[in-house]
């Protein structure tokens, strides 16, 4: 029996250190990243400049994140609303609910941060 108890008990740590925002996507999301971000590793200038497209859902300037409905990602994302963190907090001022925009997130933590992006008129 104890056998058992001890992968159920790593599977709770991992879900619990995910980001809380992000909570209710986020068990979902990492079963879909494991694969492509491997992949996307072999070939990271293609995945540099790779561009998701998203929907401002909410702006969070004291977490200093954005809730973001994106659809299909470069990364292999599948489409889903989560909250990412930004590499620049002054972003936050230059974005609004309801804004679309083009973005892309850094490999190096799961694709968890915008690095880069633009609004789409
Ligand atoms: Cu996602």
Same mark, same amino acid.
């Given at each position: ?28 999301? !990492?079963?879909?990243?494991? #694969?492509? %971000? ?18 401002? #859902? #909410? ?6 994140? %954005? ?18 963190? %930004? ?10 609910? !309801? ?14 941060? %915008? ?7």
């Amino acid at each position: 029996m104890k056998t058992l108890i001890v992968p159920a008990l790593a599977a709770l740590v991992f879900v619990a250190s995910g980001t809380a925002t992000a909570q209710m996507d986020h068990s979902m999301h !990492g079963a879909a990243m494991a #694969k492509p %971000v491997a992949s996307a590793a072999a070939s990271p200038k293609a995945d540099a400049t790779a561009m998701g497209e998203g929907e401002v #859902k #909410k702006l969070n300037k004291a977490r200093g994140t %954005v809730t973001l409905a994106h659809g299909p990602l470069p990364n292999g994302m599948p489409a889903m609303t989560m909250a990412y963190k %930004v590499k620049e907090a002054a972003w936050l001022d230059q974005l609004q609910v !309801g804004q679309k925009i083009r973005f892309a997130t850094d490999p190096a933590d799961g694709g968890m941060t %915008v690095t880069r992006f633009e609004l789409v008129k």
